[in-house]
């Protein structure tokens, strides 16, 4: 919904819960207000916490082409293995 949205939700029952007057009989006004109030401020703190979510990666941009080269030793049965790891970056990607 976003932040616009709820705080137009917010705006919207806070006019029906204290502004407007009307005896609809079968219908609460104020009720109304204060519903949309309630869902206005929870879709505001979901969006928030979306926001605060997606604002916590952290994306490191990698330059050109490269290879990286990664030596890793286990070792297996008291004897040391070599392995010679090598990650490539597609062809054409930038």
Do not use: C, K
């Not at 079968?26 to 979306?50: E, I, K, P, Q, S």
């Not at 990286?68 to 090598?86: I, L």
């Amino acid at each position: 919904m976003g932040i616009g949205g709820s705080i137009f939700l917010i705006a919207l029952g806070a006019i029906f819960a204290f502004a407007v007057e009307a005896d609809l009989g079968w219908l609460n006004v104020a009720v109304v207000g204060w519903v949309l109030m309630l869902a206005g401020v929870a879709a505001l703190l979901v969006t928030l916490h979306f926001w605060n979510s997606r604002r916590r990666t952290v994306v490191t941009p990698v330059r050109g082409n490269r290879v990286v080269a990664e030596r890793v030793v286990p070792v297996q049965d008291d004897r040391v293995v070599e392995e010679y790891r090598e990650v490539r970056r597609p062809y054409g990607t930038a």
